[in-house]
């Protein structure tokens, strides 16, 4: 369709003569274009040179401008060496003329015109590319290779706007070019290189140099790694190497953009691939910010661009709220989250907003209101780089150059004026707080602390300068919350040795200026949980899931956990990365849970089920993936695979913070010898190695810690059995061998990954020896003599045990496990347990009642306990933030009132379960 047809506005000639002339070249234009023709060229002397230029071919090329664009890009590839330069000349001036009258008349929009100008750049550097390596090749300097277009293994990464397809109207194009140095013999290298600068000069040349007919593209060449001494095209090795020693954050964000552009297009991007994690951190990177805020201070320094908006003479693209305050708040953004968050690596500044908003990272109307800004801005800086085709982003700095620039966009110049005023502070507004957010509280005055703060130079988090620069203006805050703590010497205390168990210090503090309320939450867990601040030391990576948009959701359902983690290890390279990368995702969802449970959004019992989900997640997510590793040596599973069992505590979904899994794997080979891999085992040694590779997988000690420890004692003959269990070997087992105690542990146990085909069956066949084995008349006497056992073993660790001693948390889930075999109950969770002794007779709703009182009071000790603490409460070291937390988890008023009603209920409790036992 014709520009003529889709026209949506036109410029005012600001030169009516000089657009009179350009109208006399066109006697063959359409009548309604003449006044666009008319207002460009008398807006613009360089347009108004190219439609004369061009006079015989433009009015068909505007009849159908997209098609006109498409055979331009059609003839580069065809260029002869020795056509080049003048063919690309031609081609770039009918390239600008068509971009600017569909620019100008409304036709295309921001996104086509930069995209145009983009896909003829890379058309312009692939025939150099292609051409000129031929000539090496036909020199003898290079080897030949199958396909020409691929360049002999040299490729150019189009970095900046042209990496992003958002080239401006008289941009200059970024390159950093670089060879394969795997393609070629070693001993060839020097000469290849030397053949490989030979090209990058030549083509650099070729599109720079002004001639009859102008230049292609002004040709960047110093995104380079160290370009001040490296060639202009070094080996892959070489860059790589650079970047992984002493890469800088501004280099980071200009890989955002860049793109594998010609030449050995697939070589380029291993390249790049090779680069991702040097661009994009695992973890929440906010110390990008201050390298950022830096940046731009140096370039408003060396461009002298300070001070407050004056409209002439201002840079739309370097200075106050300009172009590049947009892209360095997208760009930054994307650095600090797209390690976590793959969906966040794209290049494009629109859509660098559009899913930085969809993330939760930037307000959607931000997001919006900035893509606005931006595209106006854009539209502006053509508007002046049209007028005479030069690099310029600066506006006009008289009367004069206000009306053409006004001419030139179809506007008046106060309501143009107007509206640059406005969107230019609306971009400073809305950026300049991210990257220089107001100043800290006033120090707190006094010497409150000093004995404890005046140590914290020598500690390892604040042995650079940056972070004892970042600290510095931290430290204020942190200062002002712990003395609002109850007690502000408790809360010191802990958090000195949070601060003293960090590793380094940048990432952190950065994160933590960057997001204030973090600071207030580790104040908190400082003041109430020295564990879980213990952890955060050694994990201070799990503090990124707090503020990745979702910490403080509703907790999901299995399904969507489990799919969750299943994304995570297909991002992950290999087996060992995804073992890693599960300890990672792990270790935030646990640590949610703790501050969930903590903070009072979830009780005792959310946060056992939550600990549990999670490990259910965990051992599903994992099992398939173990099995596939161990599959690659020895073959699939024989027969139909097996089944995981959690037992005990994992088993009734009721887990603490710091819960082991006791686990049980169970297979059924289906008569199948052996499995049919590279290295075949035999069936009892392949799922006793596979149960092996499980154990290993969940508490290996790796970079990121271990998942969980691992408890099989529970299996068919404790540490005597074997640690799989064929199917019929264990229902023989359970059915003629095991003890009392094993058919106790059986009431718990719940298949939670694998086959649970066979798990169903496991389970059908738990229902029905239940059913049986309660009617065996010793159960209560091996009970309590099981209970005397206990007894003996271990002592309580003092009044405030909460789990070990008569009427403890042990001791009721004992009894309630009892309580469920002796009615054959499927139940697994102690109150349902003893509510099947009471449906069935067996027990009195007083007994019950006394029973589950004492348990769940003691269970919601040992939660809290667990998360506060490594070991038994002890109320003289538990401070005053921890105290307050266990009261508020009990519903007591002081440590006296929970200690008798502990002592009360275990009494009550302990009277019940000794009576009961000792009935015939």
Not at 338 to 351: A, H, I, K, M, P
Not at 539 to 545: E, Q, R, T, Y
Request: proline share 5%; net charge negative.
């Amino acid at each position: 369709m014709s520009i003529a047809a889709r026209q949506t506005r036109c410029p005012d000639p600001y030169e009516p003569d000089r657009g009179a002339d350009a109208v006399a070249h066109l006697p063959e234009i359409e009548r309604s274009l003449q006044p666009l023709i008319a207002g460009t060229a008398g807006c613009s002397p360089y347009l108004a040179g190219l439609i004369a230029a061009e006079a015989d071919w433009l009015p068909q090329a505007m009849d159908d401008p997209e098609a006109a664009i498409a055979e331009i890009m059609a003839k580069v590839p065809s260029l002869a060496l020795s056509e080049l330069p003048a063919g690309l000349r031609q081609g770039k001036r009918r390239i600008a003329l068509l971009v600017a009258l569909a620019d100008l008349a409304g036709v295309w929009p921001l996104e086509q015109v930069t995209q145009v100008l983009t896909d003829f750049a890379d058309a312009s550097v692939q025939a150099c590319l292609t051409e000129l390596v031929a000539a090496e090749v036909a020199r003898g300097k290079l080897p030949g290779g199958d396909d020409p277009a691929l360049a002999g293994g040299m490729t150019a990464l189009a970095m900046g706007k042209m990496g992003a397809g958002e080239l401006n109207y008289s941009s200059d194009i970024d390159l950093i070019c670089l060879f394969d140095e795997t393609r070629f013999d070693p001993d060839d290298y020097h000469d290849v290189r030397s053949a490989f600068i030979r090209v990058t000069r030549k083509m650099t040349a070729t599109l720079s140099d002004l001639a009859a007919g102008g230049y292609v593209f002004r040709t960047d060449l110093r995104l380079r790694p160290d370009a001040s001494v490296t060639p202009v095209c070094l080996s892959m090795e070489a860059a790589e190497r650079y970047y992984e020693s002493v890469g800088r954050t501004w280099e980071r964000a200009a890989y955002i953009k860049a793109r594998a552009c010609a030449g050995d297009i697939p070589a380029g991007a291993r390249f790049l691939e090779t680069l991702r994690p040097f661009v994009w951190r695992k973890h929440l990177d906010f110390a990008a910010i201050q390298d950022a805020h830096d940046m731009r201070l140096k370039i408003r320094d060396h461009k002298g661009l300070h001070g407050a908006l004056v409209l002439e003479g201002h840079n739309m693209k370097l200075g106050r709220g300009g172009i590049r305050e947009i892209e360095f708040f997208t760009q930054t953004r994307q650095l600090i989250a797209g390690g976590r968050d793959v969906s966040l690596r794209v290049r494009q500044t629109r859509e660098g907003l559009s899913r930085l908003a969809d993330a939760n990272w930037v307000p959607h109307e931000v997001a919006d209101t900035l893509y606005g800004d931006y595209r106006f801005h854009r539209e502006v800086e053509h508007r002046l780089q049209m007028i005479g085709d030069a690099q310029t982003h600066t506006l006009p700095n008289d009367t004069d150059g206000f009306d053409r620039l006004a001419a030139f966009m179809g506007r008046d110049v106060a309501g143009l004026r107007s509206e640059l005023t406005r969107r230019l502070e609306q971009v400073h507004g809305l950026t300049e707080g991210f990257f220089a957010p107001d100043a800290a509280p006033a120090p707190v005055t006094g010497d409150w602390g000093k004995d404890v703060t005046d140590r914290w130079p020598s500690y390892p988090a604040l042995r650079t300068s940056r972070a004892t620069e970042i600290f510095a203006r931290l430290r204020p805050q942190i200062m002002a919350s712990l003395q609002e703590a109850a007690k502000p010497d408790e809360a010191l205390a802990q958090f000195d040795g949070f601060l003293a168990g960090l590793p380094a210090g940048v990432q952190l503090f950065s994160l933590f200026e960057a997001n204030p309320q973090l600071t207030q939450l580790i104040v908190d867990i400082a003041a109430t949980a020295p564990a879980l601040s213990q952890y955060l030391s050694r994990n201070a990576a799990v503090l990124d899931a707090v503020i990745g948009g979702s910490f403080f959701d509703p907790w999901p359902d299995l399904p969507e956990l489990v799919a969750a983690l299943q994304a995570v290890l297909r991002a992950a390279d290999d087996y060992e990365a995804k073992l890693i990368a599960a300890r990672r995702w792990a270790k935030e969802w646990h640590f949610r849970i703790g501050v969930h449970h903590l903070r009072g959004l979830i009780t005792a019992d959310e946060s056992g089920q939550q600990y549990a989900a999670l490990a259910d997640a965990v051992l599903t997510a994992l099992w398939p993936e173990i099995v596939a590793e161990f599959a690659h040596k020895h073959g699939l599973p024989p027969g139909q695979g097996a089944v995981v069992l959690g037992m005990g505590s994992l088993g009734a979904a009721r887990l603490n913070a710091a819960s082991d899994l006791d686990l049980i794997v169970i297979y059924d080979a289906d008569g199948v010898d052996a499995s049919d891999g590279r290295r075949p085992l035999a069936t009892r040694a392949y799922y006793a190695r596979l149960t092996q590779a499980l154990v290993t997988a969940l508490s290996a000690s790796m970079a990121e810690g271990r998942l969980y420890e691992v408890d099989m004692r529970l299996r068919p003959s404790g540490r005597q059995g074997p640690v799989a269990t064929s199917f019929d070997s264990f229902c023989n087992y359970q059915r003629d061998e095991a003890w009392t105690w094993e058919h106790l542990a059986l009431t718990r146990a719940r298949p939670v990954a694998g086959n649970l085909e066979i798990g169903a069956r496991i389970e059908s066949f738990r229902v029905a020896l239940l059913a049986e084995k309660g009617k065996a008349t010793k159960v209560l006497s091996d009970v309590a003599d099981m209970r005397d056992r206990i007894a003996g073993a271990k002592a309580p660790a003092g009044a405030w045990d909460a789990k070990i001693g008569a009427g403890r948390l042990q001791d009721t889930e004992l009894f309630a496990q009892t309580a469920a075999l002796c009615t054959g109950s499927s139940a697994r969770e102690a109150p349902a347990q003893l509510a099947a002794g009471v449906a069935a007779g067996w027990l009195g709703d007083q007994q019950a009642r006394a029973v589950g009182d004492a348990s769940q009071l003691m269970w919601n000790i040992q939660a809290a306990t667990r998360l506060l603490t490594d070991g038994a409460i002890d109320p003289d070291t538990l401070g005053e933030g921890g105290r307050r937390f266990l009261l508020r988890e009990t519903g007591f008023d002081t440590m006296s009132d929970l200690l008798d009603a502990m002592e009360s209920a275990a009494a009550a409790a302990d009277a019940v379960i000794s009576a009961k036992l000792k009935e015939p």
